[in-house]
């Protein structure tokens, strides 16, 4: 039996995070979420000993710290610059996702605003994650 995926997801939304839990249980994805729910709270689990996730997902528009500095932070620390990260926002601005992608984002996308946009999702995560480990 494989190992669960290990996924830090930083996302403020409730409603967000119960649709990403829903359809990975939907699809028999077997997924540990981490979850921070503000930007500032990124600071004490980048400096603890937690295990390395397989995939972050972050949404931009965070309390406390924006989501461009939370990447900062993340990209900055040498044990996670390999973990690939998705910036999963409502954001349809073309200069977050050019600087999300500059920054070292592997993905940019639009939340989806239904549970099949949310299998989707699902789907494309854990093919960033197999396609990173290649």
């Known amino acids: 039996m ?8 930083i ?7 119960d649709f990403l ?6 699809n028999a994805i077997d997924v540990n979420l981490d979850i921070l729910m503000r930007g500032d709270l990124i600071t004490n689990w980048l400096n603890s000993d937690s295990p390395s996730p ?3 997902v972050m949404d931009l528009n965070l309390p406390k710290l924006h989501g461009r500095e939370v990447l900062c932070m993340i990209k ?15 954001s349809s601005l073309e200069e977050d996702k ?3 992608l500059k920054k070292g984002a592997d993905t940019f996308i639009s939340k989806p605003s ?11 995560l854990v093919k960033t994650v197999k396609n990173k480990a290649v």
């Not at 839990?21 to 939907?26: M, P, S």
């Not at 900055?76 to 999963?88: D, E, S």
């Open 2 to 9: 494989p190992e669960p995926f290990k996924i830090l997801l």
């Open 11 to 17: 996302e403020d939304d409730p409603d967000d995070i």
């Open 21 to 26: 839990r829903e359809a990975f249980k939907d």
């Open 54 to 56: 397989h995939l972050i």
């Open 76 to 90: 900055a620390k040498k044990k996670y610059a390999k973990v690939p990260i998705v910036v999963l926002t409502t």
């Open 98 to 100: 050019d600087f999300c």
């Open 114 to 124: 239904s549970p099949e946009g949310f299998d989707e999702l699902v789907k494309s």
